[in-house]
Structure formats: structure tokens, C-alpha cells
């Protein structure tokens, strides 16, 4: 089935990994971020937008709108991590991390949802964290930019079910990408350790949880959030 | 513009009316505007407002190819709301088109 799957982040990373996987299997992807994208593909469209400008979002799905005429699943994937002690954390900087990571999330999620409220069907697919439940010292501000969006998931799935569009949430572990690689080799050991299972997560193992949810077959999975590793919440 | 917009605010009803099947929606089409569409005593749900400003967004541009967005903050914090009667919606889209209050995207 050739889907319409737009993806956020997709210039490198899970997002990109993530957007290629789904064009392999044959779907329409339309990604975004705030650079340019060395994916090549007929059936990608990039769109050079920052996520956390109203204006900007509006305007991709909007236009997105108008060239597909429907959008089968969002998976919000953009997101930025900086992990520090909360009396070292600049303002500015946590500022940046709720707007990239929460809002950004809430603003492609109102603008998909118009679209797929009028084809009653859809499958939004968010981005949280295990950070979340470990409640892991030394990321306060990201781990609550990612509990935010595991409430708005939530209540989200409430607001849209009757439109026959769901709204999930995967809470990976560590993954080895660009995201973290600033961050302490000790800190995301200090995660690791606290997960059921002691490994790094795999982009497949995110690819497998995303699939599950984008499902046309999974219209009775809404609200919920799986977290890789094993970490309870 | 005015009659424009009203018959494109009437047309999305209707259409609305069609997809929850919402009687009330749908004899709204003979009175003269002033009923009231949302808030106390509207006849409708939220749900069915915001399915409503989603299919206006969507023909507004079609017809006047200009993008807007209905709920903005200018619109939820007025006294009075905008979104009150067909008339009230009416002018305030047409403000959106021709004045500063304009959301050109």
C-alpha cells in the first residue's frame, strides 16, 4: 500500500532512517528540517522548514494538502536533545528544547490531524523518551519536553478517535546517532544500565514499534506508549 | 465579498450538516445568519466547529487563494466571539482577507 507518511527531522538520524525505510517499501514521504536533505528519491519531498515556526508548519501541510490531497500517517520525529545539570541549564536553551520538542509536536499534530479528520483516518506516531520514566538526573528539561508530549499523546488520542485517527507514542532508548553524540559517554551509560535490557537501541528496533502503530490494522491501538529496553513506566 | 463568504460559510455547513448528520446544521441555510452557531445555545459541537474551520481554511484558499487560520489569537481573545453567527464569521473572515488582521502565508 503506498502510504503518505510525513516525517519530521529527516535530514539525518532516526528521521532519515526512518524516511528511507518507508520509501523502500514503496511509500510517499514527505520530510522537513531546518537544512537541506541528501535523500534522492522520486517519492520524497523535503521541505526546509523550522518546526517551531506556526507559520512555516501551516504552510508545509497546507501545501502538502493540496499536491497529495490526504496524509495516511505523521510521524513526529524531530527533536533535540542537551543534557545538563538543571542549575547549569541557560534559559535559552530550555526554551529551545520544549519549542523543538513539544511544541513542534503539537503544531504538526493540529495541522495533520485537519487534514485526516476529513478522510477519518490517520496514525500519529510521536516521540518520547525512556528518560521519562528512569526520571534520569541530568535531563530534566529534555526528559520533561518528552513527558509533555507523552500527556498531549494521550489526550490527543481522546480528541481525534472519533475521526478515526490514533495517536501513539515510542519512548526509545539511546540510540547511537548524531542527537547524542555531544552528550557525556558516561551519562548515556549511567541509561543504559537502568534499561531491562543492557544495549544501545537499534534503528530497526524503532522501525518495528513505528510500523506497529502506522498500521492500517492497528485502528484499535490509540494512547499508548512502548518503551524500548524494556524500561517500565 | 460579502455574499461570497457567507455562501461559502453555508456551503461548508451544509456539508457539515451531511457529515454528522446534525439536523440543526443543516436549517441554517434559511435564516438570516444570526443564528447562533457556537457557544450558548449554538447548534454546534466543538468538534463540528473545528471540523468547520478546517473546511473553510481549505475553501477559502481554493477560492481566493490566500491561506488563513481561523482560530488565531486575535480571534479567541475577543469579548465577543467571532465565530458566534454565520454574519459574525462572515465578517471576521473578511477581515482576515482585506485587512491587516490578514494571516498571508
Redesign the interface.
Known amino acids: 500500500m503506498n502510504q503518505i507518511i510525513v516525517i519530521t527531522g529527516t535530514s539525518r538520524g532516526i528521521g532519515r532512517k526512518l524516511a528511507e525505510y518507508y520509501l523502500d517499501a514503496g511509500n510517499t514521504v514527505i520530510g522537513c528540517s531546518r537544512g537541506n536533505s541528501k535523500i534522492e528519491e522520486p517519492k520524497y519531498c523535503h521541505y526546509e522548514i523550522d518546526v517551531t515556526d506556526e507559520?512555516q508548519v501551516?504552510?508545509m501541510i497546507?501545501d502538502v494538502?493540496?499536491k497529495h490531497g490526504r496524509i495516511d500517517a505523521l510521524v513526529n520525529n524531530a527533536g533535540i536533545a542537551s543534557m545538563n545539570h538543571v542549575l547549569m541549564t541557560p534559559y535559552e536553551t530550555a526554551k529551545k528544547i520544549i519549542a523543538t520538542n513539544f511544541l513542534g509536536t503539537f503544531l504538526f499534530a493540529r495541522e495533520v490531524s485537519?487534514?485526516m479528520?476529513?478522510k477519518k483516518y490517520g496514525r500519529i506516531v510521536n516521540f518520547s523518551t525512556v528518560a521519562v520514566p528512569l526520571r534520569l538526573e541530568g535531563e530534566a528539561i529534555y526528559a520533561s519536553s518528552k513527558a509533555a508530549i507523552v500527556f498531549f499523546t494521550e489526550i490527543l488520542s481522546k480528541e481525534v478517535a472519533?475521526f478515526g485517527i490514533t495517536v501513539n507514542a515510542i519512548g526509545p532508548t539511546p540510540v547511537a546517532t548524531d542527537l547524542i553524540k555531544n552528550v557525556p559517554e558516561s551519562s548515556i551509560d549511567n541509561l543504559v544500565k537502568r534499561q531491562t535490557i543492557q544495549r544501545f537501541g537499534k534503528i530497526g528496533d524503532i522501525v518495528n514499534v513505528v510500523d506497529f502503530f502506522i498500521n492500517p490494522e492497528s485502528g484499535f491501538i490509540t494512547g499508548q506508549v512502548i518503551y524500548l529496553g524494556g524500561v517500565l513506566d | 465579498m460579502k455574499n461570497k463568504v457567507i455562501s461559502i460559510i453555508i456551503e461548508a455547513l451544509k456539508e457539515l450538516a451531511a457529515d454528522f448528520g446534525n439536523d440543526n446544521i443543516e436549517n441554517i441555510a434559511d435564516t438570516d445568519g444570526e443564528t447562533i452557531l457556537y457557544g450558548m445555545d449554538g447548534i454546534l459541537e466543538s468538534?463540528e466547529l473545528?471540523?468547520l474551520?478546517?473546511?473553510l481554511?481549505?475553501i477559502i484558499?481554493d477560492e481566493f487563494g490566500r491561506?488563513i487560520?481561523l482560530a488565531d489569537e486575535k480571534a479567541m481573545s475577543q469579548n465577543n466571539s467571532p465565530f458566534r453567527t454565520v454574519n459574525s464569521l462572515s465578517d471576521y473572515i473578511e477581515s482576515l482577507l482585506t485587512g491587516d488582521a490578514g494571516?498571508d502565508?
Open positions: 507559520n501551516i504552510s497546507r494538502r493540496r485537519k487534514i479528520m476529513k472519533e | 468538534i473545528v471540523s474551520f478546517a473546511d481554511e481549505e484558499f491561506d487560520t494571516d502565508r
